[in-house]
DNA sequence: TTCTAAATTGGAATCCTTCTAAAAAGTGTG
DNA sequence: CACACTTTTTAGAAGGATTCCAATTTAGAA
């Protein structure tokens, strides 16, 4: 559950001797709590009541603090901006092309990437992350595309 | 060969009644020819010879053309700024945190994930993209990490 | 060759992100 | 509890990547 995720967390900091500030932990709340993607500015804005005095470069730095410790992941949808995630889970992404909706897909399965990829690289391999990009539910309503006509769309011309 | 994948990239251009300027077929020559994920500055001055009065501002659309296209891909490698890389045979680059090199790897077999997540999604997939992170091994050799070295570190206290 | 839509150019403008110096707030010690 | 020290936050300036724009040029079709 929610709770546990954000003690959990939070103990990742006081590990890491990361102080733990109001600001952190209402920054690190927020992420727990929605699933929505959001940007450093949805963020900012979200947090003007709890945090009036909150600056942009704070949440820029803590969630850069977050994403190296492993606790966020960065992704971008086509949108200007980073979006971000709380990694509670291991998941991955499929990206709406047309409208830059992001859809969690929690199925990881890809636990043998790492090893191959080490081994034919060299690398020491920390993480890993996968991006699948496509049409949303929404999208294709909308556009009235069927899965046979887009294809066929798609091998003749880009998408705008 | 190079030729044939150069040939067969402008062709998908003709196919889509897109113009084949000499801008487009010089970067593309350029990318086809260059493995180095390079970013669009480098494209920028690598072509400054051939193209004196080629203008930044289409590079960035040439770029964002293919990639439309499906015939570049975009990556980040932590630096500021976007890198390119020509995407003839399907594959998936490995980014070393400490310098930003990226590296390939052509060894898919993640065919079955675009299904999967079309199905758990309900997105009409047409691509996807994978990035494994970590150290390589230059950097493995300048820092003195072993392996256990390192996976003990990245325990107790994060990347700066 | 001529015509028209598409593409390119170069510089301004925009927007995301980082930087900086000063103030504020944690943390440990005596 | 006061002090000293370090980390963190803040607000705004600065930087840098990318996009926008109007004017010019050009590719490709008729």
């Given at each position: 559950m929610?709770?546990d995720?954000?003690?959990?967390?939070?103990?990742?900091?006081?590990?890491?001797?990361?102080?733990v500030?109001?600001?952190r932990?209402?920054?690190?709340?927020?992420?727990?709590?929605?699933?929505?993607h959001?940007?450093?500015?949805?963020?900012?804005?979200?947090?003007?009541?709890?945090?009036?005095?909150l600056?942009?470069?704070?949440?820029y730095?803590?969630?850069k603090?977050?994403?190296?410790?492993?606790i966020?992941i960065?992704?971008?949808?086509g949108?200007?901006?980073?979006?971000?995630d709380?990694?509670?889970?291991?998941?991955?992404?499929v990206v709406?092309?047309?409208?830059?909706?992001?859809t969690?897909?929690?199925?990881?399965?890809?636990?043998?990437?790492?090893?191959?990829?080490?081994?034919?690289?060299?690398?020491?391999?920390?993480?890993?992350?996968?991006?699948?990009?496509?049409?949303?539910?929404?999208?294709?309503?909308?556009?009235?595309?069927?899965?046979?006509?887009?294809?066929?769309?798609?091998?003749?011309?880009?998408v705008?």
């Amino acid at each position: 559950m929610a709770a546990d995720m954000l003690t959990q967390a939070i103990q990742e900091l006081k590990d890491h001797k990361i102080r733990v500030t109001p600001q952190r932990q209402i920054i690190l709340t927020y992420l727990v709590t929605h699933h929505n993607h959001p940007s450093v500015e949805t963020i900012y804005q979200a947090l003007d009541t709890q945090l009036p005095n909150l600056s942009l470069a704070t949440v820029y730095n803590t969630l850069k603090l977050f994403v190296d410790l492993g606790i966020v992941i960065e992704l971008q949808n086509g949108d200007a901006g980073t979006h971000y995630d709380f990694f509670g889970r291991p998941h991955y992404h499929v990206v709406c092309e047309n409208c830059g909706k992001i859809t969690d897909v929690f199925e990881p399965d890809l636990s043998g990437v790492e090893a191959k990829a080490a081994e034919l690289s060299g690398y020491l391999v920390t993480s890993h992350n996968m991006e699948v990009y496509g049409l949303c539910p929404d999208c294709q309503k909308k556009l009235g595309v069927t899965r046979t006509a887009e294809l066929r769309r798609l091998n003749l011309s880009h998408v705008d």
